[in-house]
């Protein structure tokens, strides 16, 4: 039996942040008898293309502009008309010039193994993933060119409580975009149910699946024979932490992802400044990730121990998740919010407790799995209240059920979604 090639296009692959874990984790647990992978992910602008095998998988890290912040405007402009004239990336790499876009190099190198692949008579899906958008655009153009099936995979959304740039011209811009980079003979997938249903609605006749975010199990199987990180934990916690104190922890960002979120963390400083003197001295709070001022500003005003390690090695971050008693999770007012700290909360095992602007999918998750508890902002003092309670008892861990949010059964998802792309 032939076996399946996937062109997946993720440009944060290489970044090692929580973003470029979710298909790190998926593609890792695909069975590799069944499947051959080629990605296509970005590196540094000044890196020379490389390309490497990791764990069975063929890794094309190529250097180019993508669509955001740290791309000129007018380097934006072939990018995103390559939504609407699908041949323009391929007529481009053509060019006697080196392209400066990622998506022209990326285009280039899938387009030669695609039809590599295609004529020895295998099948071949296109996958994206979202963000950026370069890369939605990158599987559906491979697409149209080959007639494949496509996958087009949103971490967040586009149009639905996007995080772009406000006003009506921007939007417009991403609903058009949005409506091209979908309209691929394949399934859009995404990570959280208000995400599903918004595309269910928008596009009726689209095939539209959730495939949540997920934990890998050997990320956390490896803690234990990680014997130098760990002792670097024990160190720095040594160092930072109070003796005998309670060690509350918060990874990753807060409004630098979410602005809402923010608010959260305002409203939890002032619930925790509400406890008696002898209760707060009990705990420390540790932010591990990176804080904007503003979110530096706010945690001088707290009244408790407080100690803020900035970002760290992933695996140093896990060796002191394992090592907390309680978990920080702060979301904001986005209902698709599932944010990809919270399955490594889930299989940390320390009680999670959430300070959120509203229920979303991440406080879904958490009722679903008993993993913790959701103290709404809303709820003011009684929710202050509620809080302080929280992180006084010792929370109820043995009845958790966090199976389903396992990488190695979102991959079997995964591989079911991809076997029928190939037969329809």
């Not at 053509?94 to 876009?101: G, I, M, T, V, Y």
Request: charged fraction near 20%; glycine fraction near 8%.
């Amino acid at each position: 039996m032939s076996k399946i090639n996937l062109f997946v296009f993720a440009a944060h692959h290489l970044s090692n942040n929580i973003a470029s874990q979710r298909f790190k984790g998926l593609l890792k647990y695909l069975d590799q008898g069944k499947y051959r992978v080629f990605v296509f992910a970005r590196a540094g602008q000044q890196d020379p293309p490389e390309v490497s095998d990791r764990d069975g998988i063929r890794v094309y890290a190529l250097p180019g502009h993508c669509v955001g912040s740290e791309s000129p405007a007018m380097a934006s402009i072939p990018i995103l008309a390559a939504a609407f004239i699908r041949s323009l990336p391929f007529a481009l790499a053509n060019d006697s010039k080196p392209s400066r876009q990622w998506l022209v190099t990326a285009l280039s190198e899938a387009d030669r193994l695609c039809r590599e692949r295609l004529e020895a008579g295998e099948h071949s899906v296109a996958i994206g993933t979202y963000s950026p958008v370069d890369s939605l655009i990158a599987a559906a153009s491979l697409s149209a060119r080959h007639d494949i099936a496509c996958v087009q995979d949103f971490r967040d959304g586009l149009v639905f409580e996007s995080l772009g740039r406000p006003g009506w011209l921007p939007r417009l811009v991403r609903e058009i975009i949005e409506r091209r980079v979908v309209g691929t003979r394949g399934l859009i997938t995404s990570v959280s149910r208000p995400l599903v249903d918004d595309f269910k609605r928008r596009y009726p006749d689209k095939p539209v699946a959730v495939i949540p975010n997920g934990y890998d199990p050997a990320d956390f199987s490896a803690l234990d024979h990680d014997a130098e990180r760990g002792r670097e934990a024990e160190a720095l916690l040594a160092s930072t932490v109070p003796a005998g104190a309670m060690l509350i922890g918060h990874f990753g960002r807060i409004g630098a992802s979410d602005s809402s979120a923010s608010t959260s963390l305002a409203y939890f400083i002032d619930a925790m400044n509400g406890d008696d003197a002898a209760a707060s001295s009990q705990r420390c709070v540790m932010f591990v990730g990176e804080l904007t001022q503003d979110e530096r500003a706010l945690l001088e005003r707290a009244r408790f121990p407080v100690a803020v390690l900035g970002q760290v090695d992933r695996r140093l971050a896990l060796q002191l998740m394992k090592r907390c008693q309680k978990l920080l999770l702060l979301t904001g007012s986005r209902a698709s919010c599932a944010t990809g700290k919270i399955f490594e909360y889930l299989a940390a095992g320390a009680d999670v407790v959430c300070v959120s602007g509203i229920h979303n999918a991440a406080t879904a998750i958490l009722a679903e799995t008993r993993a913790g508890q959701t103290v709404l902002t809303s709820q003011g003092s009684q929710g202050a209240l509620s809080l302080r309670g929280a992180f006084a008892s010792p929370g109820s861990i043995d009845h958790r059920d966090i199976g389903a949010y396992s990488k190695v059964e979102q991959a079997r998802t995964l591989d079911h979604w991809l076997s029928r792309a190939v037969t329809v």
